[in-house]
């Protein structure tokens, strides 16, 4: 079953727009981490927010989370083409060793 | 480095044969993983190793083993291959259990089809 639920299932927006991506969950966790996958290739590891962390900035991309909600939100500002893959959020929880993904928002960016 | 590295890339088998889907990391990794991908589905997890000498069972587990041949390897195995396996598998792995510490590196995957 899926811990984490992306939404939306599929995202089109300009060059230059930002994109935020939201991610829902239904267990308390230890951390949360968001992946991309370009069409064709595996996942690549963006960011990993830990559940006493509200915020996290890499670059051009910002995590939120908010453990009251159990949500989380991913958002890529300035967008280029290149960014046009999958986004997964995934999640580990009490003493899980493993990682737990949800289904993916699909973004396309137009130039 | 080359991080993750499976094969076969490509396979096609009939239903009923059996193969073994290779993986092996060269970040000394302790933690590695199986998940396969299906369309609208994301990732599910079949089995991993927390660390060597130990597997354990993850959401999929039906219709596959696996082995952790050392600490850099860890097969896939498909006794008899269904239709129901028709899917992309991509190996992973981890410094740590769950990618606490950097989360997980993953293989460019093996597109399997069974017919």
């Known amino acids: 079953s899926q811990q984490g639920e992306e939404d939306p299932q599929a995202l089109s927006i300009q060059e230059g727009e930002n994109a935020t991506m939201n991610c829902s969950y239904k267990?308390?966790?230890?951390?949360l981490q968001w992946y991309r996958q370009n069409s064709g290739r595996g996942l690549v590891h963006l960011i990993l927010i830990r559940s006493n962390e509200r915020e996290k900035h890499s670059g051009r991309l910002r995590v939120t989370l908010d453990t009251s909600k159990k949500s989380s939100s991913l958002l890529i500002t300035a967008s280029r083409a290149a960014d046009t893959a999958s986004y997964f959020c995934a999640t580990a929880s009490g003493s899980a060793r493993q990682l737990t993904f949800g289904s993916g928002t699909q973004l396309t960016v137009l130039p | 480095n080359a991080g993750v590295t499976q094969t076969p890339k490509f396979q096609v088998l009939k239903t009923g044969q059996s193969m073994t889907l290779q993986c092996a990391q060269d970040m000394n990794h302790n933690s590695m993983y199986w998940y396969r991908q299906d369309p609208g589905m994301g990732l599910r997890l079949i089995y991993y190793?927390?660390?060597?000498?130990?597997?354990d069972k993850g959401e999929v587990p039906n219709g596959y083993n696996v082995s952790r041949l050392n600490k850099r390897e860890f097969s896939l195995r498909l006794e008899s291959a269904a239709p129901s396996q028709t899917s992309v598998y991509f190996c992973?792995?981890?410094?740590?259990?769950?990618?606490?510490?950097?989360?997980?590196?993953f293989g460019s995957g093996t597109r399997l089809t069974v017919v």
């Open positions: 190793s927390a660390s060597e000498g130990t597997t």
């Open positions: 992973a792995s981890s410094e740590a259990a769950s990618g606490r510490s950097g989360g997980y590196t």
């Open positions: 267990t308390s966790i230890n951390n």
